[in-house]
């Protein structure tokens, strides 16, 4: 089972907005409602930004949203800031009750 | 509050086998599922299952499948993967992660992560 397909790297400038893709098919992103993405800093364990697909858990900022549209879910962040620099991978259920992560996207904040 | 916390790293040789424990607390550990995500260094995050903390059932990544097994010991609220024949390419970061049904499944507590390195 192959990785759900993410940008490598994007990048912006402070108080720009970026969003970040994550493709997958019809036997994950496309079948379900179960999309979530996480940050991850460097040495640090992930951390849950959004899941459902659109819903943010009530430890992070408004800045941080998401959405999905056919097999497509994406991941926006507005008014970018220094600290948002980092490592973020979208995941999804899949048939067979399994799980699928994305490739993972590196942000740069410039 | 929820915590995971891993058993400390491991240096193994190929062919032997690894036991990586993660130890939870602070939430009810029958009524959620404990996933298994690694990551090699400088690499992607890769899910390799799930135990069931109240039934115990897992479920497994089809790549893992013949070579990993879950476990947990109620009493102790801890989950454990065991995974053999460990070859150089299994060198990589374990992490244990809760899956929050009120969160749709997201992985909303996370283990601080262990380090197996496989080298002869």
């Known amino acids: 089972q192959s990785a759900l397909t993410q940008p490598a790297s994007v990048s912006g400038s402070p108080g720009q907005s970026i969003t970040i893709s994550c493709t997958g098919s019809s036997s994950d992103i496309g079948s379900f409602h179960v999309v979530s993405w996480y940050q991850q800093d460097p040495g640090k364990a992930p951390k849950l930004i959004i899941y459902?697909?659109?819903k943010r858990p009530s430890w992070v900022s408004s800045r941080f949203s998401g959405s999905k549209s056919g097999n497509t879910a994406s991941l926006t962040i507005s008014g970018l800031q220094a600290d948002d620099e980092s490592d973020y991978y979208c995941c999804s259920f899949a048939s067979s009750n399994t799980w699928i992560f994305g490739g993972g996207t590196k942000l740069t904040v410039l | 509050q929820v915590h995971l916390v891993q058993s400390g790293a491991e240096v193994k040789k190929p062919g032997a086998s690894v036991r990586v424990a993660c130890q939870t607390s602070g939430y009810s550990f029958s009524f959620y599922a404990l996933h298994w995500v690694r990551q090699a260094p400088g690499q992607r995050l890769e899910w390799m299952g799930f135990?069931?903390?109240?039934?115990?059932?897992?479920a497994y990544s089809q790549k893992f499948q013949d070579r990993v097994t879950f476990a947990r010991d109620t009493s102790a609220t801890t989950v454990f993967m065991d995974l053999s024949s460990l070859k150089p390419d299994d060198t990589a970061f374990y992490y244990c992660?809760?899956?929050?049904?009120?969160?749709?499944?997201?992985?909303?507590?996370w283990g601080q992560g262990t380090l197996v390195t496989v080298s002869s």
């Open positions: 459902e697909g659109t």
């Open positions: 135990i069931n903390g109240g039934s115990g059932d897992p």
């Open positions: 992660a809760r899956a929050n049904y009120e969160m749709a499944g997201g992985f909303d507590s």
